[in-house]
């Protein structure tokens, strides 16, 4: 069964300055895709930043990077120039692209990120 | 822009009380899910509707059922509710074959006294 895990519970950053969490996974998959999600205090899910496991290349999308290392099992999320909004629970999570239940996403418990003016 | 509607957004329930959780996507997404957010745990799996007429259970399916109504509709049913099922409750749907994305509906904070 796959698992995701992240090893920090909570994260905390300085204003204008650069996080890295961290995010490793467990497979035997080799094509699948990993997402790192934002929950804010509002509670609504939204998508960060989306990896196709056969691409490479990493991922980016404006302040969101991620560090993806295949054969170490590693999905890590930069931000840069951490902004106040950034502040909220950041997971991650992993979705087999082939075979029975493709569709489920396996999530991490989540690192709660404070982000300090 | 409606997405993925649940409702109700809050709920208190006595142990022991049903209710059912209504979700309703105008995406016309194949896929449906269930998942249950606990404190410290992630979100976790209850059940998920891979196509209109099909349902299979997750990785916490006990105590509950679900019904995929038409494409668009996707309910859980709490039979007998227990405190163990006070929870953050969120309905989701991804689009053809379930490869894209999941589009998340912004939750049901369920309680049971």
């Known amino acids: 069964a796959q698992t995701v895990t992240q090893s920090q519970p909570e994260m905390s950053v300085q204003e204008a300055e650069t996080v890295t969490l961290s995010c490793t996974y467990d497979?035997?998959?080799?094509?699948?895709?990993l997402f790192w999600y934002k929950q804010p205090p509002s509670r609504q899910m939204i998508l960060v930043i989306r990896?196709?496991?056969?691409?490479?290349q990493n991922a980016t999308e404006n302040r969101f990077s991620v560090n993806f290392q295949k054969a170490a099992k590693s999905f890590s999320l930069k931000i840069s120039d951490s902004q106040l909004g950034d502040a909220a629970m950041y997971f991650c999570?992993?979705?087999?692209?082939?075979?029975?239940?493709?569709?489920?996403?396996?999530f991490g418990k989540g690192t709660k990120l404070s982000v300090k003016p | 822009n409606a997405g993925v509607t649940q409702t109700p957004k809050f709920q208190v329930l006595k142990t022991g009380q049903s209710m059912t959780l209504q979700c309703a996507q105008d995406?016309?997404?194949?896929?449906m899910y269930w998942y249950r957010q606990d404190p410290g745990m992630g979100l976790r799996l209850i059940y998920y509707?891979?196509?209109?007429?099909?349902?299979d259970k997750g990785e916490v399916p006990n105590g509950y059922n679900v019904s995929r109504l038409n494409k668009r509709e996707f309910s859980l049913r709490l039979e007998s509710a227990a405190p163990s099922q006070t929870s953050v409750y969120f309905c989701?749907?991804?689009?053809?074959?379930?490869?894209?994305?999941?589009?998340f509906g912004s939750g049901t904070q369920l309680s049971v006294l």
């Open positions: 497979t035997s998959e080799s094509d699948y895709y």
């Open positions: 990896q196709e496991a056969y691409k490479q």
């Open positions: 989701a749907s991804s689009g053809v074959g379930g490869y894209e994305k999941l589009f």
């Open positions: 509707s891979a196509s209109e007429g099909t349902t």
């Open positions: 995406m016309n997404h194949n896929s």
């Open positions: 999570a992993y979705r087999r692209r082939y075979g029975g239940s493709q569709g489920n996403l396996i």
